[in-house]
């Protein structure tokens, strides 16, 4: 197990970008990625997709930014600080997504990480249709790309009821020309969580016992983001992915108690 600590050289200036959409709650988004990868010693920066208005337990409507302010802040960015990775959650439709991957391609953006948000825990439609199709186009310009169970059973249009359908999928998404896939488990009715992380000639797996903590979301954007952060500190691949399943276990186990649901703690390093 990689321990969770400070990597050597955290004083060094490490600018990681995220984009993707407002949580007003805290629990999930830009929000969750900020504060997950501040908590790993990265500078965090963002370019905000979308404004979501919800609660812990449910999105309750979503407004999308004008594209000419979405561009013009991925564009300062970029130009500014360029970033050593980039974590890409929600999109919200295609015109968004076409102007986000249209930009990082022609800066040669590497390490991009993208969390393909298709839908809320809650059931909201977070990507489009035609979304989904520039999302698969864009599949080998990235890293990595982190599906939960239902995520990668349209990705790969299968059904994923174990481990083995889950490798399945992976491969199926593999064959689209992303370099890995992380696709994780913990929708699927089973005692323990597993993880798997597939690369072209190789399987890796983490498991984990399930916790019984109502209301939690953004759990994937933890994920990612610490996955992300990881990546832009030159670990490869598989630490990257070990570390980000520790750390989102951890932050399970220490999470605050907020009246009858719980909220991810992403400091519970700190003492």
């Known amino acids: 197990m990689i321990p969770l600590h400070t990597p050597e050289g955290s004083h060094e200036f490490i600018p990681v970008l995220a984009i993707g959409g407002s949580d007003n709650s805290g629990g999930a988004g830009i929000g969750m990625d900020i504060k997950t990868m501040a908590a790993n010693h990265v500078y965090p920066m963002s370019v905000v997709t979308a404004l979501t208005v919800q609660t812990q337990q449910e999105v309750q409507a979503v407004y999308f930014p004008n594209l000419d ?5 991925l564009e ?26 249209k930009c990082l391609v022609k800066n040669k953006v590497r390490n991009i990480v993208l969390d393909p ?28 790309i ?14 994923i009821k174990d481990v083995n359908s889950m490798k399945k999928a992976a491969k199926i998404i593999l064959s689209k020309g992303v370099n890995s896939v992380i696709i994780k488990g913990g929708h ?12 072209k000639n190789a ?26 952060s990881r990546l832009a500190q030159n670990f490869p691949i598989e630490d990257a992915f070990e570390y980000a399943s520790n750390y989102v276990k951890a932050a399970i186990e220490h999470a605050y108690k907020h009246g009858s649901i719980y909220v991810l703690n992403t400091e519970f390093q700190k003492k």
């Not at 089973?190 to 690369?199: C, F, G, S, V």
Request: hydrophobic share 40%.
């Open 188 to 199: 699927l009715q089973e005692k323990k969580i597993t993880n798997i992380l597939a690369k």
């Open 76 to 101: 300062s960015t970029l130009e500014s600080c360029p970033p050593r990775a980039v974590k890409i959650g929600m999109l919200g439709n295609e015109k968004i997504a076409s102007v986000i991957f």
């Open 117 to 144: 948000l298709l839908r809320s825990s809650s059931g909201a439609i977070l990507l489009n249709k035609e979304g989904q199709t520039l999302l698969e186009k864009f599949l080998p310009h990235l890293q990595c």
């Open 203 to 228: 399987f890796f797996q983490y498991n984990s016992n399930k916790f019984d903590k109502m209301g939690l979301h953004g759990t994937g954007c933890c994920f990612a983001s610490a996955l992300t």
């Open 146 to 159: 982190t599906p939960n169970i239902p995520e990668a059973e349209i990705l790969s249009e299968t059904t």
């Open 69 to 73: 302010i979405i561009e013009k802040q």
